[in-house]
């Protein structure tokens, strides 16, 4: 099949229509796509795309990916969005064993003081913007998972809220008395009244949810402003719920229902960088 532009349009249709049937997320696409994108505008029109050898298909990500020293979870991303759409488009296995998947280095969580997020918080004036951090801060959610949140799914009462996380998993989370106050204060703010809906809108049309772009965004403008170290993200807002929730005695099991982990070995991660080693009883140290 020719590498036409017709023909990219339709393949990319028939990645994004394939990882939908599977209930894989929008950015789950978005992120197969930039690497199909870019693969398949590396060859010419006149290629065809589904008799490329193995050989040449590795040649193209020695190139494009270990030449140029892009990190190892790209190099996995790339190689795993190049085989499903071969898988899905031509119906051809790439072999494993030839185009291997790099094993990547376990880093662990990047937090962040809690004195630091206190002095961003407290310097914060917009409502919504303190809701965000919050959420993340204070109850674990995600940048998608907070653009999502509807209305109907925070129980106040009960201290907890609903969230939809990675593969359409629904699951509950913790909401503090001071996330509950911020809540209704933003709601106040925006004359929101309404029982069901989208807690955070998008501007153009009410009944979508927020981008999560406008989060992740705003956050970037917070790291200049603050000088943050490079490490530093939204998502370490979630890293830091999970330490500090361990830190103050709580459990890995709720930690791990509360994060939305599928195994219990993604929360142990925690269990390394919550530990106080300042205060270990029974040391000797002459």
């Known amino acids: 099949m020719k590498n036409t532009e017709k023909n990219k349009i339709k393949w990319v249709e028939k990645v994004k229509y394939t990882l939908e049937l599977g209930g894989k997320s929008d950015k789950t696409f978005d992120n197969y796509k930039s690497h199909i994108v870019r693969f398949l505008n590396y060859y010419t029109e006149d290629v065809d795309i589904d008799k490329l050898s193995e050989d040449e298909i590795v040649e193209y990500f020695r190139k494009q990916y270990i030449n140029l020293n892009r990190c190892a979870t790209t190099l996995n991303v790339g190689i795993f969005s190049i085989k499903f759409l071969y898988s899905v488009c031509f119906n051809r296995k790439i072999n494993k ?36 951090l919050i959420l993340a801060f204070c109850s674990g959610l995600r940048v998608q998972e907070i653009a999502k949140i509807r209305i109907e799914d925070i129980y106040p009462n009960e201290h907890k809220i609903k969230v939809l996380g990675k593969g359409n998993k629904e699951r509950y989370t913790i909401l503090p008395d001071i996330t509950i106050k911020l809540l209704r204060m933003y709601c106040k703010e925006k004359h929101i009244t309404n029982k069901q809906g989208y807690l955070f809108t998008s501007t153009i049309n009410k009944e979508k949810c927020i981008n999560s772009k406008s989060i992740i965004n705003y956050f970037s403008t917070l790291k200049v402003a603050y000088n943050l170290d490079k490490n530093i993200s939204f998502h370490t807002l979630r890293h830091s719920f999970a330490t500090y929730y361990l830190i103050n005695g709580g459990n890995i099991i709720a930690l791990k229902t509360m994060l939305g982990h599928s195994h219990l070995n993604t929360t142990n991660i925690y269990l390394h960088i919550s530990q106080n080693f300042n205060q270990l009883e029974g040391i000797k140290y002459v």
């Open 97 to 132: 064993d030839v185009l291997p998947s790099t094993k990547l280095k376990k880093k662990l969580p990047t937090i962040i003081s809690k004195q630091l997020f206190l002095k961003i918080f407290n310097e914060e004036h917009c409502l919504q913007y303190k809701c965000w």
